[in-house]
Every structure is written in C-alpha cells, then in structure tokens.
C-alpha cells in the first residue's frame, strides 16, 4: 500500500481524489478488542508501553479505514511533567490530586522535562512513523482547557473557580496561561522532532467563554503558540471545542492551517466567519451516530457538499467519539465519505 497523503493535501488547501476524514477519540471505546486491552491496563499503563500504544492508535486505521491517525494519549498526559498528580478515572475523566488555588501553587510548576518524563510518548511516535501508511497527527490540550481541569480539578459544567481566578486574579491567570503556553510548545516541537505528521491543539472547553474574555484571557497564548511553531512545515489544527461559533471571527489570523468547527455553525458558515484562508475540519454532530445509516449518510453528505466547495476540507465530528458508537457504522460511515466526495470531485 502507498502511502496516502490525502489529509496533508487537504491541509494545504491542494487537489484531493477524496475527502480525507479521521474522527476525534477515534481510538477505540467503542471496539470490543480494545475494550479488552482496557480490562488489563488503564490508558496511562497503554501510553507507558510504546508497542502498545502505537498497536492501539492503528486500530481505528485499519478497522474504520480513516486517513490519519491520532497519537494515543490524553492531553493530561503532560502535566506530571510540570508537577500536576492526576489519574484518569472511569466514568469521570482527569482527576487531580493537587489542584491550583492560589498564585505560589503556579509559580511552582516546572518546565517541561519531555525527553525525561515522556520519553515512552516520543518512542510510540517513533514506531508510528515507521509502521503508518497514513500520517501521524499528535496533539496537546490548549491553555484554557488544561487549566480547567487543574483548576476545577475534575470536569466541571460551569467553569466557576477557573473564571474566578481569571476574573479575580488576572496576573496569575496570565502566568499560568503562560506556563500551558510553554509547555505546549516544547511538547509539540518534540511530538514533531519524532516523526508526528501535524498536530491538534485542543480547546475543548473554549467555547465557554464570551468572545471578549477569550480574546482577553486566551487567545494571546494560542496566538503565541502557533507564531512559536511557525517554523514548522507540518500542518497545524485548533480545535476551539464545543460551542465555539462566536469564536471563529477572532480566529482568521492564528497562524493555524486548519480550525475544527462543531456542528452548531454549518461549514459554509464558519468558512464566512474565519474570514477565508483557513482549510476547515469538521463538524458531524456525533450523536447523530445514533440514527439509521441512511440518516447518517444524508447529513454526511450535506456536510461534503459544503466542504467541497472551496479548497481545503476535512471530515471530522464537531466533537469526540463517544464509546456508544458502533464500529460497523463508523467503517461504512468512513467508506460513504470516501465514494460520495470522490464521485463528486471527478464530476
Ligand atoms: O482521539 C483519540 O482517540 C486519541 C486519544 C485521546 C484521548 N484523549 C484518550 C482518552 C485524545 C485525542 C484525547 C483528548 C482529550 N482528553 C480531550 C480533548 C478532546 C475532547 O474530547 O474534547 C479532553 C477534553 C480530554 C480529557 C479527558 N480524558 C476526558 C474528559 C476523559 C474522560 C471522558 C471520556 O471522554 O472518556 C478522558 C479519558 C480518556 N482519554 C479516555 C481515552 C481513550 C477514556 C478512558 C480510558 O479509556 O481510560
């Protein structure tokens, strides 16, 4: 098999036979075989061996067919680095032992230690690059939504203490944005150094904020993160998470190649908002998952349709798998994307 560059191609706003399509948290809760590799090893038992994790990130490549691949890991996985306690609790998700409250519990995070700490992150990025047919995307968690998580110390609804902090506390939310900011860079400059193909920043939870406090309060770091890695040829994607329609005007500029939309603005719409430019990633609600195939593909199409007319598009959700999803649609989802975009370039 050759190797299939159409997911870079589409980066590049460049000529495609098909539209490319990977899925965000593709990889595999909702596979019966890695639901069996998860009764013996919790996620971060999976990332510390590298063969593992690296067996895992090809698993939805081969049984869903999908163009790229997402690195196996957790956008938690680097805090330890910088002094976070964490575990990844089933049913909840990121827990920390030792959440921030107050300006010193900031100033005591440490750089990054990528080489040292998260050596079995570069090895499995390593082993990826020589086994792949498809490339590589690696990915960090964006400033705003990792500091939710240490923040509020678990997944919240509201964000209460992060916006509290922000609001009541600027200069120390400016440092710790600072500090995410940092260590994203170093992480996803070594992601590359090791044979990652593109990388995704992900901003789950940005779209909890109003315009103007993300441009206050976040968008300087996200802006500095990608003018820092703008050095780097590979493509680079922010996704500005759930909800984060009313952001995509303030995002035309970010020296990004793509930006994920959700599904509540249409493609053809986040297109007009980012103002042009931009190759756009998106954006089926996943729940939609649920329906009868014939349902799925219809909404399917209706979102290629749009995607298709401009240069630079790349199927996605507008949000993560869920473990519900069912294998067998996701394979003939992926299959459907393919046979509909390319009957419709070639006419
Ligand atoms: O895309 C992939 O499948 C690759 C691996 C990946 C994981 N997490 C593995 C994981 C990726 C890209 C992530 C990103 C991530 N993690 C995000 C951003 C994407 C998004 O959904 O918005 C966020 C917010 C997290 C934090 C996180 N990790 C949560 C909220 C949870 C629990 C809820 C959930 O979705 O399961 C996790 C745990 C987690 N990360 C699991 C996996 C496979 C499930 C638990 C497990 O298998 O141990």
Not at 33 to 53: F, G, M, N, T, V
Not at 93 to 114: M, Q, S, Y
Not at 325 to 346: G, P
């Amino acid at each position: 098999m050759s190797y299939n560059d159409r997911f870079i191609r589409a980066t590049r706003k460049e000529q495609v036979d098909a539209v490319p399509v990977w899925y965000m948290r593709q990889a595999g809760r909702y596979d019966p075989d890695y639901r069996k590799i998860k009764e013996k090893y919790s996620l971060l038992d999976i990332c510390k061996q590298p063969e593992l994790a690296a067996e895992v990130t090809m698993m939805p490549v081969k049984k869903l067919g999908v163009d790229a691949a997402i690195l196996y890991s957790d956008i938690m996985n680097p805090v330890a680095s910088i002094g976070i306690d964490f575990d990844i609790v089933a049913g909840i998700g990121p827990v920390i032992h030792n959440p921030i409250t107050c300006a010193a519990d900031v100033e005591r995070l440490k750089p990054i230690d990528v080489e040292g700490d998260l050596g079995h992150v570069l090895e499995t990025i390593a082993i990826l690059d020589r086994e792949l047919q498809v490339p590589l995307i690696t990915f960090a968690g964006a400033p705003f939504t990792i500091a939710s998580y240490l923040i509020e110390g678990k997944p919240s609804r509201n964000y209460l203490k992060t916006k509290e902090l922000m609001y009541s506390q600027p200069d120390v939310w400016h440092q710790l944005m600072a500090k995410l900011g940092d260590m994203a860079i170093t992480y996803l400059r070594a992601h590359i150094r090791s044979g990652g193909k593109a990388f995704q920043l992900f901003d789950s939870w940005a779209g909890a904020l109003s315009p103007a406090d993300f441009r206050t309060f976040v968008q300087p770091t996200v802006e500095r993160i990608f003018a820092e890695l703008g050095d780097l040829p590979q493509p680079k994607i922010y996704f500005p998470g759930v909800s984060s329609g009313e952001l995509l005007p303030l995002l035309g500029d970010l020296q990004a190649d793509v930006i994920g939309l959700d599904w509540r603005v249409s493609i053809q719409e986040g297109r007009r908002r980012l103002g042009g430019g931009k190759a756009v990633q998106g954006n089926l609600d996943p729940t939609v998952l649920t329906a009868p195939m014939s349902v799925i593909e219809n909404r399917a199409a209706e979102i290629i349709d749009q995607g298709l007319q401009e240069p630079g598009f790349i199927f996605n959700l507008g949000h993560g798998l869920f473990p519900e999803a069912s294998l067998s649609k996701l394979a003939e989802l992926t299959a459907f994307i393919h046979s509909y975009s390319a009957k419709a370039i070639a006419a």
